[in-house]
């Protein structure tokens, strides 16, 4: 089992940049393909990035790709989400989530129902 913890967000003005940090408890972090999501009031919580458990490969949905950034650091069991050029419509609670998995090494789940664990989010806000 892992504990998830995110940190990084915060209030930023539109056209700035934020990088967020989740940090994994445990010893098998390097087992885990992890993702970023978001949830905005009123609505769904939305797929933004994966990447898989080696960091060979990652995906990200349309609406972040280009901007976003997603990494990690098996070393410090971490996995980072750099977020550039942000928009108003980027204002949402972040959560970063993992899944274990010991195949291959390029699976990146990007459902919100693959995923087995969850942190407690972290508030971004873009004001305009």
């Known amino acids: 089992q892992v504990q998830l913890v995110e940190s990084g967000g915060g209030l930023v003005q539109a056209g700035g940049s934020l990088r967020l940090a989740c940090a994994a408890s445990?010893?098998?972090?390097?087992?885990?393909?992890m993702g970023w999501f978001r949830q905005a009031p009123g609505k769904e919580r939305e797929f933004l990035a994966a990447l898989s458990r080696t960091g060979a490969n990652t995906y990200y949905a349309d609406s972040v790709k280009g901007r976003f950034t997603i990494s990690r650091d098996n070393a410090k069991n971490t996995v980072f989400l750099q977020m550039n050029s942000l928009k108003a419509e980027d204002t949402a609670v972040y959560y970063c989530a993992g899944k274990l998995y010991s195949g291959s090494y390029y699976y990146t789940p990007t459902s919100y129902y693959e995923y087995d664990y969850w942190g407690q989010g972290t508030q971004v806000t873009v004001s305009s």
């Open positions: 445990g010893r098998t972090f390097s087992n885990y393909a």
